[in-house]
């Protein structure tokens, strides 16, 4: 099974800067197979990206994806207030599907 | 609009059964697989098993297997989790989320609902 780590845990940051969240896997895992969702306090997730670098539908052009092989990373490139909230990244391979534990995004 | 809404908050004790619902509407919900994502309060999300309502296959997380059961019935557009002896630890937000034909990522995710197991 492949185990996806996301670091930091915890990121603190201003509105308006740039925000780097990064999602490490324990084997090679596809482009194709990497996303990244979001989710609020009391919500469901929301998908962001898929394909490593696709962003879903209707999710703003601040957010976007990037990496290969067994590192990615999503980049917040001006962080509105709306963008605080817990950010996972998903994988699938082998019929398994795994999350990584998440970071949370926290208004400094 | 495309949507999943799931069945309402559930409480039970400990060596009950419960089956929870998931039904699709406004897509062909013979055509996508849905799968079972579990939340633990104040934790990460797990996936738990996906099932493909055209034909019923299924697929579960290896932590799962055995502990639950993914179903559906295509003639009412809904699929289900269930369980035959409730623990405290399945003590949960359980969401059910549509996965899209690319990237096997998912696109469209119920409300969730909540399962409370206590004495």
């Known amino acids: 099974e492949i185990v996806l780590t996301q670091s930091p845990g915890t990121l603190s940051l201003s509105p308006g800067v740039r925000a780097t969240l990064s999602c490490r896997a324990s084997?090679?895992?596809?482009?194709?197979?990497l996303a990244w969702y979001q989710q609020k306090p009391g919500q469901a997730p929301r998908l962001l990206i898929y394909g490593a670098s696709i962003r879903a539908t209707g999710i703003p052009d601040r957010f976007s994806g990037s990496g290969s092989g067994t590192d990615f990373t999503l980049t917040i490139s001006r962080l509105d207030p709306e963008d605080f909230a817990v950010y996972y990244c998903q994988q699938y391979g082998s019929s398994l599907y795994t999350f990584g534990q998440g970071t949370k995004l926290e208004i400094k | 609009e495309v949507q999943l809404v799931q069945s309402g908050a559930e409480v039970k004790k400990p060596g009950e059964s419960l089956k929870i619902s998931c039904k699709g509407s406004g897509y062909r919900f013979t055509s996508y697989w849905i799968g079972w994502v579990r939340q633990m309060p104040g934790k990460g999300l797990e996936w738990m098993g996906i099932?493909?309502?055209?034909?019923?296959?299924?697929r579960y997380s290896p932590s799962f297997q055995g502990q639950v059961t993914i179903s559906a019935d295509k003639s009412i557009s809904t699929a289900y989790l269930q369980w035959s002896s409730l623990k405290a630890s399945d003590t949960a937000m359980y969401y059910c989320?549509?996965?899209?034909?690319?990237?096997?990522?998912?696109?469209?995710w119920g409300q969730g609902t909540m399962v409370t197991v206590s004495s």
């Open positions: 099932i493909y309502p055209g034909d019923s296959e299924s």
């Open positions: 989320a549509r996965q899209i034909d690319y990237g096997a990522s998912f696109d469209i």
């Open positions: 084997q090679r895992v596809s482009s194709s197979y």
